[in-house]
């Protein structure tokens, strides 16, 4: 069976650091394009990260959003089947819960529709 289990969510101080870990099961998720999305109360979903399988993409290979950029870093672990994001300098904006999302066919990668699997989330909080 197909799963996405995320894990490294908590509470942080703002300036702190935390590392989110998903672990994919049922595919092997270096053909699939994997990154992460949140969604804090009231806000729609935003896409935050995402790396594709190849660096064959028009549009690049790995994706920041803006407001996480030089903040965050993507990496993945094809033997481990594992994503990850590495969240630095964590401000209280960054507050959500993030999912993790992997697709096999994605033109669009903030596209939160065209992703085949989800992670049930994982809460990330950043207060004093």
């Known amino acids: 069976q197909v799963q996405l289990v995320e894990s490294g969510g908590g509470l942080v101080q703002p300036g702190g650091s935390l590392r989110l870990s998903c672990a994919a099961s049922?595919?092997?998720?270096?053909?699939?394009?994997i990154g992460w999305f949140r969604q804090a109360p009231g806000k729609v979903r935003e896409g935050v990260s995402f790396?594709?399988?190849?660096?064959?993409?028009?549009?690049?290979?790995?994706y920041y959003a803006d407001a996480v950029k030089g903040r965050f870093t993507i990496s993945r672990d094809n033997a481990k089947n594992t994503v990850y994001l590495q969240m630095n300098s964590l401000k209280p904006e960054d507050t959500a819960v993030y999912y993790c999302?992997?697709?096999?066919?994605?033109?669009?990668?903030?596209?939160?529709?065209?992703?085949?699997?989800w992670g049930q989330g994982t809460q990330v909080t950043v207060s004093s």
């Open positions: 999302a992997a697709g096999r066919v994605i033109v669009v990668l903030t596209s939160s529709g065209e992703y085949d699997y």
């Open positions: 790396m594709r399988s190849s660096n064959r993409s028009s549009d690049g290979r790995i």
């Open positions: 049922g595919f092997a998720s270096d053909y699939y394009t």
